[in-house]
């Protein structure tokens, strides 16, 4: 088989075929996202080739136990930074195992910005918050009360 351009490649048959960068008009598989492959090598154990997804998990069901035991606010920012975590570990390591679910940039959006929203949200929490916005009083002035 002689392969004559350098983007052809073989087909299911062998035979060679010109690879475009065109996604297909009918998909018949999914393929792994970018930063898919394991964290490390092969032969490491289990854990060790998931490290990113496991830290993140760990710290987000660390922020979930200190809430489970009445440290609301503790808890929940812990979740917050667990994501906001996890979108820089997609964005500074280059293959992150599981933590990789979409592209690179929908990955780095959706953890920062929900990281992001969380973390914001457990710093305006009542009482006493520790972020206070001053138009958000006269933004929401029908549902705030200052009693």
């Not at 393929?31 to 496991?54: H, S, T, V, Y």
């Not at 964005?91 to 940039?105: C, Y």
């Not at 959006?109 to 457990?122: E, K, N, Q, R």
């Amino acid at each position: 088989m002689t392969v004559t351009d350098p983007v052809s490649a073989p087909d299911a048959e062998g035979r060679p075929r010109r690879a475009t960068r065109r996604f297909p008009l009918f998909t018949r598989d999914t393929a792994r996202p970018e930063g898919g492959g394991r964290a490390a090598p092969g032969d490491a154990p289990a854990p060790a080739r998931q490290w990113p997804i496991l830290a993140v998990l760990l710290v987000a069901g660390l922020g979930l136990l200190l809430t489970a035991f009445d440290l609301f606010r503790i808890g929940t920012l812990l979740i917050g930074v667990a994501l906001l975590a996890g979108g820089v570990l997609r964005w500074a390591v280059p293959d992150v195992g599981m933590l990789a679910v979409r592209s690179r940039f929908t990955d780095i959006v959706t953890y920062g910005g929900l990281g992001l929203a969380i973390v914001l949200l457990a710093l305006m929490v009542q009482p006493k918050p520790w972020l206070e916005i001053p138009f958000l009083k006269d933004t929401l002035h029908f549902t705030v009360s200052n009693s």
